[in-house]
């Protein structure tokens, strides 16, 4: 029974669900909204549908919501399928099994006791990614075990555990200190007191720091990830193990209770949501997240006609789909720089542009863009844009969505990036080396013309991201080889034991 699992997100970027040449998956609607969905160990789970040359195949399936990748969690059940009472016991057994070894109390409880422990006691296995009470060293005797984990460290659990990269789940790329300081600074000077990061362990964590080095600006942090390992480092008030596509929380009521009590707190003043999700992530689950958060907000609240303030990182290229959701998000020129992103890291060694950005209700105005950094304040469109991107007077707007100069075509009524040129026979602006004969020349993922499946907004950008990091690693490693010739030899034992070493880490904190 093949799951089209492996093609999740194809479809998701722009809505291009429905054009002629495209194919994938894309979330459903249940046939009985009241039914419950199957559990997988991420929380229920989400209803698919396979949809080929714009046609919704008839059977749809149940699949995980968290993982994109059968390896991960390979859930699958058709809608209609009817389980044995067998299958269903084998499911529920499963599912337990694949629970976190420590219940929440339990890893608070051992937090607890790991502060008060002399630095020498306090010791982490780096291959278990687990911090090491007395009586678990000798289990741990031949790991490999970092020594007299200060407070400092514990303050920044993001730079003692290893990111997890692993794309099609936690794709965990942590902001480059720049941005996190820079989101830090803004979230104070915009006022506000509490701040929910869902899927930003590096922002809560500077957050909290920053709070308690500085009594002025006391922001408070509540963090909900899907990464486990991090409820070794905080209280029951400030992680919730969670899954931002399902809005599951893993510890149940007691942790959504913790989550609407912070949201909710003050009458829900001074609240903000930032969330830097997996890039390859769908929108729509995403955004029928928020909407639950939202709402969640909302009880709290006495008037009716605000929103809850949101911050929502995601690539440029999917401002349509994101502004489907939430037609009051503006999308700011901000580029968001990554530690660990060879792609979305600023400097020598990733490229100078970043396509990451901030989503938000905020008013674009009210939120000022450091000019040291290449940002200037258009006063037509009353924002900080990239220096770059000039103000067009037909469109009357900075009309450029990558932080270069777009032009203006008169033909097209609209700016264009600076490499198209007019077709005359496709009668619009396009690259300069498409092929004019139709849709089947146009893009082979969505249909489309002017860019080509290298180039798809439709492909998550994580997978565009991997191939081109593949080809900047398949360059280094012909780099390599070369020099090997010359008499160096390649380290393929410790590559060996980084990859066992995330694969146990990650049965441990998801299997
Ligand atoms: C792109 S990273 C963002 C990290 C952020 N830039 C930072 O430095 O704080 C995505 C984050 O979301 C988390 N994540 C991935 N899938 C998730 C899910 N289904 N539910 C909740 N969190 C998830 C990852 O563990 C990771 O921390
Ligand atoms: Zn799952
Ligand atoms: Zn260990
Ligand atoms: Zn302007
Ligand atoms: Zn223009
Ligand atoms: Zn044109
Ligand atoms: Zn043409």
């Not at 009524?413 to 080396?433: E, Q």
């Amino acid at each position: 029974m093949a799951a089209p699992r492996d093609q999740l997100g194809v479809l998701e970027a722009q809505g291009s669900s429905g054009r002629q040449g495209s194919w994938g998956v894309k979330v459903a609607f249940p046939s009985d909204p009241a039914a419950p969905a199957p559990l997988c160990p991420h929380g229920p789970t989400l209803l698919f549908v396979k949809v080929i040359q714009g046609k919704e195949e008839t059977r749809r399936f149940y699949a995980c919501s968290a993982c994109r990748d059968r390896k991960e969690c390979n859930f699958f059940q058709w809608e209609d399928e009817k389980l044995s009472e067998a299958r269903l016991a084998a499911r529920e057994a499963h599912n337990r099994r694949c629970l976190p070894p420590l219940s929440r109390v339990q890893c608070v409880d051992r937090y607890l006791k790991f502060i008060e422990l002399p630095l020498t006691q306090r010791k982490f296995c780096q291959r278990c990614q687990q911090l090491l009470l007395p009586g678990d060293w000798e289990k741990h005797r031949e790991h490999e075990v970092l020594g007299d984990i200060s407070v400092s460290q514990l303050k920044r659990p993001s730079q003692l555990l290893y990111p997890l990269e692993n794309k099609k789940t936690n794709a965990q790329y942590l902001f480059a200190d720049r941005s996190c300081q820079f989101l830090v600074d803004l979230l104070s000077t915009l006022g506000f007191r509490r701040v929910l990061c869902v899927g930003t362990p590096r922002l809560h964590e500077l957050i909290r720091l920053t709070a308690s080095g500085d009594k002025k600006s006391n922001i408070k942090s509540l963090l909900l990830d899907i990464d486990f390992r991090y409820s070794q480092f905080y209280l029951e008030d400030s992680f919730c193990h969670y899954n931002m596509f399902n809005h599951h929380f893993f510890d149940g009521k007691a942790a959504l209770e913790v989550c609407r009590a912070f949201l909710q707190e003050d009458k829900g003043e001074g609240v903000i949501m930032v969330t830097d999700p997996p890039f390859g992530g769908l929108v729509e689950p995403l955004a029928v997240t928020f909407k639950k958060l939202i709402a969640m907000w909302k009880e709290g609240q006495s008037q009716d006609d605000k929103e809850l303030p949101i911050f929502w990182i995601f690539p440029y290229f999917f401002e349509s789909r994101i502004c489907q959701f939430f037609p009051s998000f503006a999308m700011l020129d901000y580029q968001v720089d990554y530690d660990n992103h060879a792609l979305y890291k600023h400097g020598k060694t990733g490229r100078k542009q970043s396509p990451v950005r901030i989503f938000t209700n905020i008013p674009p105005s009210k939120i000022i863009l450091p000019t040291e950094e290449g940002y200037r304040f258009c006063p037509l469109c009353q924002r900080y844009v990239s220096t770059e991107n000039q103000h067009c007077e037909h469109c009357n707007s900075c009309s450029s969505k990558d932080g270069r100069k777009w032009n203006h075509c008169f033909l097209c009524k609209k700016c264009v990036k600076p490499s198209w040129i007019h077709c005359s026979t496709c009668n619009h602006c396009t690259v300069p080396d498409h092929s004019c004969e139709g849709p089947k020349d146009g893009c082979f993922i969505c249909g489309e013309l002017g860019h080509k499946r290298s180039n798809c907004p439709n492909i998550p950008a994580s997978r565009r991201a991997n191939k081109a990091v593949r080809k900047q690693k398949q360059r280094k490693s012909n780099k390599m080889k070369m020099e090997t010739t010359k008499g160096q030899s390649m380290n393929h034992t410790s590559v060996t034991t980084r990859k066992k070493r995330r694969e146990r880490t990650h049965q441990y904190l998801c299997s």
